[in-house]
């Protein structure tokens, strides 16, 4: 049974910074993408980063670009997102996804478990 298990969330001010992460078990997690979606309330499910199964790609929404980092350590079978100059904004409720296959997507269907999220808040 595919379990991931998310910790790091929390209570930050804006420009502040969290580390998000991600502990899998029950499938070879070398072998799938992973990703990171966020759920603000009354909000549709976003994506926020993917990461290829060996980590050699990367990918991110505009939102994230360029202040939030994903990274993964196969040997730990954990994924990590590191979140700088953080914003408002960015309060939600963070997922962890695990891919059916290796490549990195923003498709949310093309992930086929999650974690139970943890929650983001950014104060102003």
């Known amino acids: 049974q595919v379990q991931l298990v998310e910790s790091g969330g929390g209570l930050v001010q804006a420009g502040g910074s969290l580390r998000l992460s991600c502990a899998a078990s029950?499938?070879?997690?070398?072998?799938?993408?992973m990703a990171w979606f966020r759920q603000a309330p009354g909000k549709d499910r976003d994506f926020v980063a993917a990461?290829?199964?060996?980590?050699?790609?990367?990918y991110y929404a505009d939102s994230a670009k360029g202040r939030f980092t994903i990274s993964r350590d196969n040997a730990k079978n954990t994924v990590y997102l590191q979140m700088n100059s953080l914003k408002p904004e960015d309060t939600a409720v963070y997922y962890c996804?695990?891919?059916?296959?290796?490549?990195?997507?923003?498709?949310?269907?093309?992930?086929?478990?999650w974690g139970q999220g943890t929650q983001v808040t950014v104060s102003s």
């Open positions: 996804a695990s891919s059916r296959v290796g490549g990195a997507t923003d498709y949310e269907r093309g992930y086929d478990y």
């Open positions: 029950g499938r070879t997690f070398s072998r799938y993408a």
């Open positions: 990461i290829s199964y060996s980590g050699g790609t990367t």
